[in-house]
């Protein structure tokens, strides 16, 4: 069996500034989330990555140059969510074929 522990999860988001909404996360201190998924259709697999509780604790917008892209560089603290209980989730799928 597998007894419960505990984890720390941190990581960086580089994005597209498109708009200040996460920048306002990290200026408020709001809690978000983050999922991604990984397909691999030659071997008919998909991972799930699940973090349902996030708050980003540094970062701002970048631009390299003139004409560039404003990015934003957000770092991020994983927290344990009290609705689902837990901090991250990795799922893996397989596609089995039908007939």
Do not use: W
């Not at 960086?12 to 989330?33: I, Q, V």
């Not at 390299?64 to 990015?71: C, F, I, T």
Request: hydrophobic residues 35%; glycine residues 8%; aromatic residues 10%.
């Amino acid at each position: 069996a597998v007894g419960a522990g505990s984890c720390n999860v941190s990581g960086s988001l580089n994005t597209y500034f498109g708009d200040k909404t996460l920048l306002e996360y990290l200026l408020d201190n709001t809690a978000s989330s983050f999922s991604v998924r990984f397909d691999n259709s030659e071997q008919d697999i998909t991972l799930l990555l699940d973090i349902p509780s996030i708050k980003f604790s540094t970062g701002n917008p970048e631009v390299s140059g003139p004409n560039d892209d404003v990015m934003a560089n957000l770092g991020f603290q994983a927290r344990r969510d009290s609705t689902l209980e837990y901090t991250i989730l990795v799922g893996r799928f397989y596609h089995i074929p039908l007939a």
